[in-house]
């Protein structure tokens, strides 16, 4: 049976499709992701910045937003309605703006879906989680899903795959100890399989071991539609053992998060694990200077932490610890 885990948590929403006890999709959604796709909203043309082609709006909100192509009859400064088509996306140094389209003044202003309900339109039974019930998404393979995604690598039998982020695609390099045929299709199944685990949007290439078999480079392409859901397109396997596979990119995917901000990914995943620590009295979060220095910068979220818990919150500050290696203490156990 294939259902929805769904956890409303602090600092984030999470999801996870699962099938036969594994994870096959995750989704993860921040307090402080800004815009969302799907989002109809008033905005006014800032500025130009190549004309005829790309131009920045702001929203009422304050959030800028890119549009492509400039709307025609519209100067700098003028008024338009807008559809979110992607949301922002996190990379190295700066953040990509959220892009936009115009859209016709009849269609009424509307927040995009946030992660609920997405998952609910997919006609999925959806579970709730909460705190105080068994940790079913953790027993799924949560924490090693994420540990995946943060340092782009996963296993699978016969080989591995590296998954490189890079600001014009993502890149999956293949690696293994099977035969070349025989690795290309498992490799393409497994990259396929990798792509819907962490929600991999936009262009997307696969490096497959070369193969002088057109068959077998024809069975890794087909490997890869057996997988992965409409609508994508995808080139075919050429001689190089390439493959590259276009998807619509709505928001950031879970690497691009994870890798993106990683003090923040600890922090949020040091709340998680501190809602479900079991005992009495105060919960001591020790963790990375610069973990600690969001928390205590974000305190909406240890208030929200003690009150879902009944219970104080100290943080403690430990320099010794890499950005992933902090834990949590009860007072009383």
């Known amino acids: 049976m294939r259902e929805w ?55 009422d909100t304050g959030e800028d ?7 025609g009859g519209v100067s700098e ?94 890149l999956i390099d293949v690696d293994g100890w099977l035969a070349a045929a025989e690795l290309a299709v498992a490799g393409a199944e497994a990259a396929a399989r990798m792509i819907l685990r962490f929600d991999i949007g936009g262009s997307i290439g696969i490096d497959l071991p070369t193969v002088g078999s057109k068959a077998a480079r024809l069975a890794a392409a087909e490997a890869v539609d057996a997988i992965l859901p409409q609508p994508f397109e995808r080139t075919a396997v050429n001689g190089f053992g390439f493959l590259q596979i276009v998807r619509r990119r709505s928001r950031a995917s879970l690497p691009e998060r994870l890798q993106g901000d990683p003090v923040a990914a600890a922090a949020r995943a040091l709340l998680r694990r501190a809602e479900r620590t079991p005992g009495a009295g105060t919960r001591t979060i020790r963790a990375a200077p610069a973990v600690i220095a969001l928390l205590e910068q974000r305190t909406g979220w240890s208030d929200e932490l003690a009150r879902r818990i009944g219970a104080p919150i100290a943080l403690r500050a430990e320099p010794a610890l890499a950005i992933s290696a902090g834990h949590v203490d009860a007072e009383n156990p």
Do not use: C
Request: proline fraction near 6%; charged fraction near 25%.
């Open 5 to 59: 885990l769904y956890e409303a948590g602090i600092g984030e929403a999470r999801a996870a499709l699962i099938e036969d006890g594994a994870i096959v999709a995750a989704r993860i959604e921040a307090d402080d992701e800004g815009i969302r796709a799907g989002t109809v909203a008033e905005a006014r043309l800032a500025r130009i910045v190549i004309p005829g082609r790309r131009a920045i709006v702001t929203l």
């Open 65 to 71: 937003a890119l549009i492509e192509p400039v709307p």
């Open 77 to 170: 400064g003028g008024r338009l309605r807008i559809e979110i088509h992607r949301a922002a996306l996190p990379e190295p140094g700066r953040a990509k703006l959220a892009l936009a389209r115009q859209t016709s003044a009849e269609i009424v202003p509307v927040a995009g879906p946030d992660l609920l309900a997405r998952i609910e339109a997919s006609g999925v039974p959806v579970r709730r989680l909460l705190a105080h019930q068994s940790d079913v998404l953790e027993a799924a393979g949560w924490s090693e899903l994420l540990e995946e995604a943060a340092a782009g690598q996963s296993e699978f039998e016969g080989g591995s795959l590296r998954l490189s982020l890079t600001p014009a695609m993502n």
